[in-house]
């Protein structure tokens, strides 16, 4: 088994998640990166990563919508380590439409893909954090992990559950060592959102530049937009000895938006 923790974060090949690998990375931990996208793009990522900062990292591109390729991941993350100790529940996705036209199969593929990958990735970890008496589990929520939207109602209810998951998993790692925490973005300029908004200028008949201004950055008192990188540090903060006694929470970095 190596000495090295190690972190399997996934969906890491872009955005938030990406940005989480990187920090943890560069904290000294072992990678399991996931998520899709080009082969050799994902090769030059986990090159890029390895001589940057010494870590080892490997690949696994399980379907999260899948309890089998969930359990491939572990495995890949087993077989590279020897050990998982940290897990960043991150990969998701989204759609906006108002509930009496949201197309039923993305209702159950957000649902299965931000909220029961979730579930199921602790269920498959958890039995080793406790025997080993140090764990860390991050998962990413939303400022809609807190409050709702309108045209957002798989991703609201996947998102609560996300929360309400950390909690129970907070009480039953509390005396293992294992702590589990929600971050919970606000508005991050990635791929996910560049693609809602012209969704939303559809839902809401806006323009897409009205949707940047009346309708993201209108929730975030500070009018800026959430860096991946910050979500990154935050995450790899938890993981520090100071984070040992953070443990069911939900913690907005959301430029203020939830204190309305
Ligand atoms: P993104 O689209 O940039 O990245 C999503 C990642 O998930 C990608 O790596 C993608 O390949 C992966 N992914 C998608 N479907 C997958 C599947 N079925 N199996 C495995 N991997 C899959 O999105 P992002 O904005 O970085 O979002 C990351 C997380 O942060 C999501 O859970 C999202 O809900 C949350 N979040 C984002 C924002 C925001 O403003 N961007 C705000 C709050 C919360």
């Not at 690998?21 to 399991?32: F, K, S």
């Not at 087993?78 to 998701?92: H, K, L, P, S």
């Not at 589990?180 to 008949?205: D, F, M, S, W």
């Amino acid at each position: 088994m190596s000495e090295r923790k190690s972190a399997i974060v996934t969906g890491s090949t872009s955005g938030i998640g990406l940005a989480i690998a990187w920090e943890l990375a560069r904290a000294g931990y072992n990678i399991a990166l996931n998520g899709f996208g080009e082969d050799a793009e994902i090769a030059a990522l986990q090159d890029d990563m390895e001589s940057e900062t010494g870590v080892s990292v490997v690949y696994s591109p399980a379907d999260m919508s899948s309890p089998h390729q969930i359990a491939i991941l572990v495995e890949v993350a087993r077989r590279a380590f020897g050990r998982i100790d940290i897990v960043v529940n991150n990969a998701g996705i989204q759609t906006v439409a108002p509930i009496e036209e949201f197309p039923v199969e993305r209702y159950e593929a957000i649902i299965a893909i931000n909220l029961s990958a979730a579930w199921h990735l602790t269920h498959l970890t958890m039995a080793e954090m406790k025997a080993r008496k140090w764990g860390r589990y991050i998962n990413i929520a939303s400022a809609h992990g807190l409050v709702a939207s309108p045209f957002k109602s798989a991703y609201v209810i996947a998102k609560h559950g996300l929360v309400g998951l950390t909690k129970t998993v907070a009480l039953e790692g509390a005396e293992f060592g294992v702590t589990a925490n929600a971050i919970c973005p606000g508005y991050v300029l990635t791929p996910l959102v560049e693609k809602q908004i012209p969704e939303t200028a559809l839902a809401r008949h806006m323009t897409q530049e009205q949707v940047v201004r009346d309708v993201l950055l209108a929730a975030q008192p500070t009018k800026q937009f959430v860096e991946a990188r910050h979500i990154g540090e935050l995450a790899a903060f938890l993981c520090t000895d100071a984070g040992s006694q953070i443990t069911g929470t939900a913690l907005p970095i959301d430029g203020g938006w939830t204190a309305h």
